[in-house]
């Protein structure tokens, strides 16, 4: 339990470093309008650029989802809800909602867990550490779709597939990746795990790097084997960088759209929509459908259920923190109080 | 400076001919050529063309661009082109809902001509507003008919026309002993059962062999013949009532039920690669298939292939495009001189005997009677393909057709791929119907 006391700490003296105090002061020194909007005047370019590129097309995009829109038609007229009531009665949502979720757990699930290994593995003093650290970032530094088209053929239906071939080997038949239904969800994982992994990894190595070895030490002279260890110490104190990532995860699953766009060469998600995502339905109805209102609506409806994930998500870590971090919450403001006392 | 005035000028035009539309088709008010003048010969000027599918790569194989080129030293030709059609239809559309970024020419597939004389009607130059709208009767009706909006505007000039016959594997025929020059076996295929049957017997003999290629290329074959498709003359959707679209749908699934079709995704590597590899014998073939086999199965199949006109006297059509202008274009004009010589009698009676495309130019039509292919064994397919235009029906045309085609095609593929049986694949496709176009 102590364990999160150095880290929260540093945190909170970093905070205070940066706060009112010293800023006051030098206000006190120099007041001035122009010296109170220079601020502004600084962010300001931010602003600018993310009104135009990100407020904007997004408050259109809510427009947009009033009307109905044609790709290549004529201008938009208003529809009130007409887009809404007819995404919430379409099977084909509902069908991208739910493999959205599946794609997203079976994808999601084995990429933190192997990533956590992972980075275990690499936090232990070895030779060419750096070259496997280096290593790990790999697959996310290379080209998705590239990777995508790989897969894809390292995944072909046909008997010559790499993985068909590995299965015949076995003594299997040949699986049809692409039209089964769980075996093109998995490929998919697989394409996901294989981008993500060693990212996550990484972000887990500088979380666990920022355990103190004394905690390790005092394990060991406990006589706690190496898993214990990482059970009882690393996870522990990895707990915020692990929710950090699942909410990551969880937003990228949602916009998961390259791999299974490339993967089944088309927004159709396969012929009877086996892995038809949200963000392949929203561009299937808006470019090859050619409504653009009734993907703009989609794209609210995804807006939304992110913003939900990741308060769900959010929420559920307060809870844990909650019971269990109690007592450690009381201790971590009197230590802080007290180096501040001193 | 000179361009930039005559910049300015063209613009005005452009304003002019926008201007005009709320006046209806009545005609040109400048000259006798209409609102978009003679191309001027001795000024510069660069066309640019955004195209899709090999049309401008054709027109460029059958040497036409040269050919202009020599006669019009001042034009420049920039041509840029993708190979899928619903790719360049999305950057397209998407370009002119945002209002900027037209090449001088854009190419429109027939698909889209619904959508197009419905909603476009203000984006691209009335073919009647240039000099070459005589050209125009040379043109199929059909093919005229389905780029002309209510009010009478011609909004492209037809490229070719996509007269369906059926290419087989020669080599393969042969050897599982069914007839295999043109003549015997369009003797054998009087009709479409006898062709189905042909068929199983192929497959006895080859122990298993896939007769044709999809189900969806022979879904596409049938409809093509029918007087309607998936809308009736009004425009109103008709798919889940005509006499076209389920019986032709019930054929297919039937036939891929039977496992007659190789399974594969029109247009999908695997489907390109069969080709050459021989994994299927028979094949949907509109005339602008011709380009496409020769292109996949490369020189060492020539002589494999061959092509029979569709049984009892049928004729069908599936595809054909159109050169479009946008009126914004700033060299309108000249982009108009280039597209009519490139749709001219003479330049797609050049293409089809280079092999490439076959006319929607009735003139160029019955100059093509006698063509006859080597690669396809010699079959007399000026002959062929000229027979499918005449009998092809003048289908009405629908905003939604390309939707409606694509979910009844993917439910055929779940027959082949995954299984499902015929009636539930109709049920599915009709509920992505209705939920997409309803």
Known sequence: ?342 | MFSARSRKAVLAVAAVSVASLGLGACGGSEASSGPVGTADPDEEVTITVDSFGGIFANYDKAGLLDQYREEHPNVTIEFSEVQQEPDYWTALATKINSGSGLADIQPLEISRAALVTSQQQDVWLDVNDTEFADQLSEETEAAVGAITTEDGAVLGMPTDSGPMAICFRSDKLEEAGLPSTSEELAAQVTDWDAYESLGQQYQEATGGDAWTDSASGYYRLLTSVEPVRNYDEEGNPTWDTNETVKPAFDRAAAVAAQGLTAGLDQFSPEWNTAMSTGDFATIACPAWMLGYIKQQAGEENAGNWSAIPLPEGLGGNWGGSFLAIPRDSENAAAAADLAAFLTSAEAEKTEFEAGLAFPSNTVAQEQIQDVTDEYFSGAPIGQIFSASAQAAPAQPLGVDDGAIDIALTEALVTVEANGVSPADAWESASSTIEDQVG
């Open chain 1, 1 to 342: 339990m102590a364990v999160h006391a150095p880290t929260t700490t540093e945190v909170t003296r970093a905070g205070a470093g940066g706060d009112s105090p010293p800023s006051s002061a030098r206000s006190s020194r120099r007041s001035g309008r122009a010296y109170r909007n220079a601020p502004y005047a600084y962010i300001a370019p931010f602003f600018l650029l993310f009104g135009a590129f990100g407020l904007f097309p997004l408050l259109h995009t809510v427009w947009i989802s009033f009307h109905e829109y044609r790709l290549g038609g004529s201008s938009p007229t208003f529809a009130g809800w007409d887009n809404y009531a007819w995404l919430f009665q379409s099977e084909a949502f509902y069908n991208s909602l739910w493999k959205t979720l599946t794609i997203g757990i079976i994808s999601t699930v084995p990429q933190l867990l192997f990533a956590l290994g992972l980075a275990h593995l690499l936090n232990f003093n070895m030779k060419v550490r750096a070259f496997f650290r280096i290593s790990m970032i790999v697959p996310y530094a290379t080209s998705l779709v590239a990777a995508t088209l790989v897969f894809g053929s390292i995944f072909a239906n046909t008997a010559g597939g790499l993985v068909n071939v590995v299965l015949g080997v076995l003594g299997l038949d040949p699986i049809s990746w692409t039209t089964g239904n769980w075996t093109a969800q998995i490929a998919i994982a697989v394409i996901v795990t294989w981008h993500w992994t060693g990212y996550n990894a990484l972000i887990y190595l500088a979380g666990m790097q920022s355990i103190p070895k004394d905690l390790y030490e005092a394990a060991a002279i406990d006589g706690a084997s190496r898993f214990r260890q990482f059970l009882h110490v690393t996870i522990p104190g990895l707990r915020p960088t692990i929710l950090f990532t699942i909410v990551l995860s969880t937003i990228g699953a949602t916009q998961l759209f390259t791999e299974p766009f490339l993967f089944g060469n088309g927004a159709g998600g396969g012929a009877l929509g086996q892995y038809q995502v949200l963000t392949l339905f929203m561009y299937e109805t808006g470019f090859e459908v050619g409504r653009l209102g009734r993907a703009a609506a989609i794209a609210c409806v995804t807006l939304i259920i992110v913003i939900l994930l990741v308060l769900l998500n959010a929420g559920l870590a307060q809870l844990r923190t909650r019971d269990k971090g109690q007592p450690l919450l009381g201790r971590r403001s009197t230590a802080s109080t007290r180096k501040a006392a001193r």
